[in-house]
């Protein structure tokens, strides 16, 4: 060991109790070994929330394209109908819109509050969608690599960091092309209510925009203080419970028979020949000490008794 | 045992301190509460303080407004903002009807709409929008045309703005109450009003007094005297229970970065008088049945006097 001091205090160089001195030892390596974890497990933690927010982002994303999928199948047919009549415009028939609008409920429960999810294009029908520059540049790289499927990482907003998750929105039907490609084609009642300067001129296979879920890295880093805090908590538990048990077992296994003996030892120095040091049945070191006692209380007998017939004598 | 399990304890909960405190680091505390709407996000309606100017339905607003705006009110609000600027009044109408805007820049129509709805779905005035103006509601015919008086009108085919506009649709459909229209057309603009009534596809259509003179080959027929009072920034009621003096005050000191064509007045409640007055007629009109798009329609329902003494001129 580099710390002879260190050594000296923490193993043991007679200056304290026994039990002081393990106590001290067992805190300094459990100090130590929880400090080392939560560094390490800080690291790990880390990757592993983000890995959960990325597969829970992408889940949203594959859920919101079912919604789309079932609005496009099954609700729209029923809805188009009644767009080409003489009232407003329902939305329902709109697969982006009913996918935001299940968003909008599931981010209603406090699990999800943290995260939005974003249709964002460059050319969009409702200009809330407008991709903002950030989101233009994700829709950029979709559009320059097309094997490009996903794309994570941070990007900085007014309200602090956040980590994103998106994937490209193609058009893959020539059903999204009759209210996306030229206003005459679309609803009469689509253009009263967004108007037919925007949205349009979609073409076959483009990639129009991006689905794009974001969480604060604040969440991220949350959801790993959480885990570490937890396991920090278990480790500082089991590691309590060692020191009291250890402290317990040395107790009775060593301090309590070597008091008895210590005890006894010094009542033979006066009257050996009352004294029976019992632990000499045992087969461990407390018995052999024991045995060495015996003898050494013996021998004193021994010896007394020469002393006294000496005495005797003259 | 005690002194022992105690000695061993100390050095260990220094530890649980030691690593609660390295998870502290990395997070900066949030400075200020921040206004949300209850979907944990502020939803920001914005139709602009005039309604049908553009050419075709235009865009709204420049792309590069759009994110300025959007920016400015996240940091105004401290809560992401979902900004939506509408083309239609019509979309307006719903979103106000369904609560689903927080926030809404919105013209006098449907300003005077949004404080329509009952005590706890409605809206607050917070800010005028636009410049006050000659607006006014008028109803134009073809030069040409022998229709003379209101009561000519019957039988016509009428092009309106949707549904939410006061000169576009609320007041002319006041004015024209008790005929039966052959028909009921709408457009996003007056300009494509104004090109269909030219074309004879319209008999008559709703017009604003202060657009550009339209030409010769028009003539208005009905002159509304009510002036139209300016539009609003208006929020819901749950936050104007909740505290919104912070957000208000970062956007009167930002004005500056505001659009221009907005009009916001910094510092300024809204006068609410000319607005309630109007609304009289916007409740009026929504109490009747929908005028649908090429369908017949009688203007007919429940029809109060406006009180006299806001009327100008």
């Known amino acids: ?314 | 045992m005690s002194a022992a399990g105690f000695s061993a304890r100390g050095p260990l909960l220094a530890a649980l301190a030691m690593a609660l405190g390295l998870m502290g680091c990395g997070q900066q505390p949030s400075a200020r509460v921040s206004l949300c709407g209850p979907a944990g996000q502020l939803r920001v309606g914005f139709v602009g303080a005039e309604e049908g100017r553009g050419s075709t339905g235009a865009v709204v607003l420049p792309d590069q407004d759009i994110s300025r705006l959007r920016d400015l009110l996240t940091v105004a609000s401290q809560c992401e903002v979902m900004l939506e600027p509408v083309a239609s009044p019509e979309q307006a109408h719903q979103r106000l009807g369904a609560s689903e805007w927080d926030v809404a820049f919105l013209p006098p129509g449907l300003a005077a709409l949004a404080l329509e709805s009952s005590a706890n779905r409605g809206y607050s005035l917070l800010r005028p929008l636009g410049q006050r103006s000659q607006s006014r509601s008028q109803l134009l015919v073809r030069a040409g045309s022998d229709r003379r008086a209101v009561a000519d009108l019957k039988g016509a085919r009428l092009g309106l703005l949707p549904r939410g506009s006061l000169t576009g649709f609320y007041l002319p459909l006041y004015n024209l109450h008790g005929l039966s229209l052959q028909s009921v057309h709408y457009a996003l603009s007056y300009q494509e009003l104004l090109d269909q009534l030219r074309k004879g596809q319209l008999d008559v259509i709703a017009w604003d007094a202060a657009l550009p003179d339209p030409g010769g080959d028009v003539r208005v027929i009905v002159n509304d005297p009510n002036l139209i009072p300016v539009g609003a920034l208006v929020l819901s009621q749950p936050l104007v229970a909740a505290d919104h003096q912070p957000f208000l005050k970062l956007l009167d000191e930002s004005a500056a970065q505001l659009p221009p064509s907005l009009g916001y007045v910094a510092g300024v409640l809204p006068e609410a008088q000319p607005l309630q007055r109007l609304r009289t007629v916007v409740t009026n009109v929504e109490s009747w049945t929908l005028p649908l798009e090429g369908r017949p329609y009688a203007v007919y329902g429940r029809k109060q006097q406006l009180k006299d003494e806001g009327v100008m001129r």
């Open chain 1, 1 to 314: 060991m580099k710390f002879p001091v260190l050594q000296g205090w923490m193993v043991g160089s007679g200056q304290r109790p026994l039990r002081k001195q393990l106590a001290i030892t067992l805190s300094a390596i459990f100090a130590l070994s929880i400090l080392v974890a939560v560094v390490l497990l800080n690291q790990l933690f880390g990757l592993q929330a983000r890995d959960l927010i990325d597969q829970r982002s992408s889940f949203f994303m594959d859920a919101m394209l079912a919604v789309r999928e079932y609005t496009s199948k099954d609700v729209n047919p029923i809805v188009a109908p009644l767009n080409e009549g003489p009232g407003g415009f329902r939305p329902e028939s709109v697969p982006s819109y009913s996918a935001q609008t299940v968003f909008a409920y599931l981010k209603a429960k406090p699990d999800y509050r943290e995260y939005s999810y974003r249709e964002a294009a460059l050319n969009p029908t409702n200009l809330r969608d407008k991709a903002d520059s950030f989101e233009t540049g994700v829709i950029e790289r979709f559009r320059s690599d097309p094997s490009l499927t996903t794309l994570a990482g941070e990007k900085s907003t007014p309200l602090g960091p956040m980590h994103f998750v998106a994937r490209p929105i193609k058009i893959t039907k020539e059903s999204c092309l009759v209210c996306h490609s030229t206003p005459d084609r679309a609803p009469a009642s689509q253009l009263l209510t967004y108007g037919d300067s925007s949205g349009f001129g979609w073409k076959l296979n483009e990639i129009v925009g991006a689905q794009i879920v974001t969480v604060p890295q604040k969440a991220v880093f949350e959801a790993k203080d959480r885990s570490l805090f937890t396991t920090a908590l278990l480790f500082v538990i089991a590691f309590v419970a060692v020191g009291l048990i250890t402290n317990g077992v040395l107790n009775q296994l060593i301090l309590r028979p070597m008091r008895e003996i210590s005890r006894k030892a010094e009542e033979a120095s006066v009257t050996p020949a009352t004294v029976s040091f019992d632990e000499r049945n045992r087969s461990d070191e407390i018995g052999l000490l024991a045995r060495s006692f015996e003898r050494m209380k013996q021998s004193l007998a021994i010896s007394m008794q020469m002393l006294k017939d000496r005495q005797g004598r003259s």
